[in-house]
């Protein structure tokens, strides 16, 4: 029998041959990482059972993201111990504030993480590095911890679930519309213990920023990872930043087992639009534009829009545009590379000229940590992965999931709209 | 183990942003997060939950972040433990790993309200309701192991340290 790039890896990182879903195996890691929620635990966890040498100071990753520039004095203590314990162990990759970026941006665009690479992060997110056709999986800070001390972590064998997307996409569609599109079919558990792998000429088509957008929310469907068999654009991108020399492009098999295949295409996948509150209450922007939902905030940015392409899109609906009036437009860069590029493309002077907000590199308002925190009553539109209640801030708050390129024309039209409704279409 | 316990209802898809919110993330003190354990779902909760009272919950429980928080703050409450028809799985190796008893049963959930008692014996994994015996899934036998230990750190502490 066949196996998937999943299974291909997980039997090479586990030295065997093949491996069979269902099995559990305990396998070694590339690459082990945590942010200032959860490495603070494992940092804690790593010095209460007394241990005292990490596994290979070089496949460590501490990336203090989340609540950074350390927004209160609780904040700055747990960067502050995750700061010695990289001196203590000689970390390479811990990332200061200045060269710090949103770590699902940041490890692909540093080439710290590679095509066959077994990647364990105490973040759920981690899954985005599937679309560099890596195993790739979010792991709790005990699961780190154990990584640290050993470069190993537990992992049932998942099944894979298939999902070919054929077809050219509608104008202003992009990866996150296939995945919200995805998972409003699919549910919030659709893909619960699975991996996810994304195949078609749609996917083809698609560059590297929208194929991470689409492995990044593969965990909204309850997955695993999600995976994006590599190819020519994948190399590119790769030997442009790798870190490390060698590393290794995996294909499924022709005959590899999937659990189930779903075909979807792409000409059905206009801009979505996720409703509080779960990720699953996908609907199609003409039907929301419809509905007349006015907003107070909206943000761009985030591990899943972020990268320079979302950018792009925001600028080119802000162009000459100006933010409606008592709405708040947030636009956070995902890494300081990013950023720069930006304000080199002179995006970042389009986006203040538009009376937007131009914030660091962070995760910040996507999960209510800091800088655009939602108040009672308050609704946002956001280009983040997660809506569920409470998450931007007040319980009684409303996040909808969206595009850039929906989320910036929202912001000048002050309620849900779709880009043609600002550029005429 | 045997467990007694008063149950706590929830329905499904209960994530780990109402378990606890990410405005308590800052700190790694198990008391201070089980102080805001399910806050935004249930402002009672935590000052009323007692030491060994029992989670019955839907369709995957622990649903979102990989915060280890979640499990962590539901622990700390002093839940015994927590029966769902399934949960997310970060949540559930997250549970695993630190050593709160989670069964998955799909029965419980429509036999039981809030302020029941159940019994279960962990062992067998056997759920007492009323005159009803139900089986929760049995779990596989690497996972039995990290649980025999008492979690995964203890595992690594006997074979690694």
Redesign the interface.
Known sequence: MGQTIAQKIIANHAGVDEVVP?E?HLVDVDFAFGND??A??SI??FNE???TKVFDPNRIGLIPD??TPN??I??AI?TQSMRNFARQHGITHHYEVGEVGIEHALLPEKGVVLPGDLIV????H?CTYGALGAFST??????L??AW??GKV?L?VPHTIKFVISGELPQWSGGKDIILYIIGKIG??GA??RVMEFTGDTIKKLNMDNRFTICNMA?EA?A?TGIIEPDEKTIQYVEERKEREEYTVYHSDEDAEYEKVYEFRAEDIVPQVSFPH?PENAKPIYEVEKMDIRIDQVVIGSCTNGRISDLETAARILKGQKVADKVRLLIFPATPAIYKEALMRGYIETFLDAGAVVAPPTCGPC???HMGVLAPGERAVSTTN?N????MGH?DSEVYLSNPAVAAASAIAGKIVSPDYILGG | MKIKGKVWKFGDNIDTDVIIPARYLNTTDERELAKHCMEDIDPEFAKKVQPGDIIVAGESFGIGSSREHAPLAIKSSGVALVIAKSFARIFYRNSINIGLPILENEEVYDLVETGDEIEVDLDKGEIIVGDKKLKARPFPEFVKEIINYGGLLNYAKEKYL
């Open positions: 269902g559990i929620i959860t603070a635990l804690k966890q059972i007394g241990a989340h609540y927004k209160d609780k904040t747990i992060g105490a973040d759920s981690t979010g792991v709790g800070s005990t699961d911890t154990f001390i050993t537990w049932k919030v558990n619960n213990y965990i309850g695993k779960l999960l209510g940590g997660r569920f209640r409470g998450r319980v």
